[in-house]
């Protein structure tokens, strides 16, 4: 118990410490940043601490849109191969591109090889895409032969 008093103890006189020191060296930098005849102005973008850094210093990259360059959407890791309103889609799959540009889905639909499709009752893509069901069985409720 009395270990913990003394480290408590050291920790409050270290941070009074550290306190005090930064507030007189700020006093130093505004006493010192007083000179009316010295140039700052270098246009160089600055840190907070003064620091140049590399990162902040970059100039922004210019974004690649589908709309001007069309093969960004076939490239590794696109969402799709298509492009609608300057963005990569794939018209098979997607609700709200489905078959074509601007076409969607209704909430209960699903995009299934460009169409939509209710996959609750559809038997072709019962409870997903082209999961038929067996001849003979309805989908009911996403399941094959459910009742």
């Given at each position: 118990?009395?270990f913990?008093?003394?480290?408590?103890m050291?920790?409050?006189v270290m941070a009074?410490?550290?306190?005090?020191?930064a507030?007189?060296?700020?006093e130093e930098t505004?006493?010192d940043?007083?000179?009316?005849?010295?140039d700052?102005?270098?246009?160089?973008?600055?840190?907070?601490r003064?620091?140049?850094?590399?990162?902040l210093?970059?100039?922004?990259?210019?974004?690649m849109?589908?709309n001007?360059?069309?093969?960004?959407c076939?490239?590794?890791?696109?969402p799709g191969?298509?492009?609608?309103?300057k963005?990569c889609v794939?018209?098979?799959?997607?609700?709200l591109n489905?078959?074509?540009c601007?076409k969607k889905?209704?909430?209960?639909?699903?995009?299934c090889?460009?169409?939509?499709?209710?996959?609750?009752?559809h038997k072709k893509?019962?409870g997903g895409?082209n999961?038929?069901?067996?001849?003979?069985?309805?989908?009911?409720y996403?399941?094959?032969?459910y009742?």
């Amino acid at each position: 118990m009395k270990f913990l008093k003394i480290f408590l103890m050291f920790a409050l006189v270290m941070a009074l410490a550290i306190t005090i020191s930064a507030a007189s060296s700020k006093e130093e930098t505004f006493l010192d940043n007083d000179d009316d005849n010295v140039d700052h102005g270098d246009g160089e973008p600055t840190s907070l601490r003064g620091i140049t850094g590399r990162f902040l210093a970059q100039k922004p990259r210019a974004v690649m849109t589908c709309n001007k360059y069309p093969r960004v959407c076939r490239a590794a890791g696109s969402p799709g191969p298509d492009c609608c309103k300057k963005k990569c889609v794939n018209v098979k799959t997607d609700r709200l591109n489905c078959g074509m540009c601007g076409k969607k889905c209704k909430f209960s639909e699903i995009c299934c090889s460009g169409q939509c499709v209710n996959p609750m009752s559809h038997k072709k893509h019962c409870g997903g895409c082209n999961n038929r069901c067996d001849k003979g069985s309805k989908c009911l409720y996403g399941m094959c032969s459910y009742a």
